[in-house]
Every structure is written in C-alpha cells, then in structure tokens.
C-alpha cells in the first residue's frame, strides 16, 4: 500500500466573485445599476429580421430606453434580465 500523505490540490478558483458573464449592468449612459430587464431590439435598416441586439435596464430606466427603442420601432420584447439567454451583445 503506497503512502502518499499529500492532500489533492484544489482547482485554482480564479473565476471573478460576479462570475463568467459579470455583472449584467443597466445600459441607460452614467447608470451602473443592476440590469433587471433586457429590452430585446432589430434595427430592421441594420440588421437580419432575425437578429436580436438586447439593451440591459435597470427599473428605473426600463421606461427611458423601451420607449426610445419603440418610438423607432425597433423594439421587439422585453424579458427579465435571468432569461437572457448568455450571449450578449
Ligand atoms: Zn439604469
């Protein structure tokens, strides 16, 4: 029976306490809010009809963006900021 006190090293546990994706900040300008809603949005001049850019808002200024978003009719949903799906942009 071989004898190795050694204990097993963990992991190196470098991953940032906000976690892989940080944290998802309101995308109004000067806000450093916590986002809770993502306001999903297609340039249709820009962009695939399929395409989907997500503007990040907190409850404050959820208003402020989705109506600049509709007002140019570029707005397409609104979804709580967890079912996001990962990939942001
Ligand atoms: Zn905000």
Wanted: with cysteine.
């Amino acid at each position: 029976m071989p004898d190795f006190p050694g204990s097993p090293t963990p992991p190196p546990s470098a991953a940032p306490a906000d976690g892989p994706a940080g944290p998802l900040v309101c995308s109004a300008r000067g806000c450093r809010a916590r986002a809770a809603w993502g306001l999903r949005w297609n340039n249709p001049r820009l962009h695939a009809p399929e395409r989907r850019k997500t503007w990040l808002a907190c409850p404050d200024h959820r208003e402020h963006l989705s109506t600049h978003l509709a007002e140019r009719s570029f707005l397409r949903e609104v979804v709580a900021a967890e079912e996001l799906p990962g990939g942001r942009e």
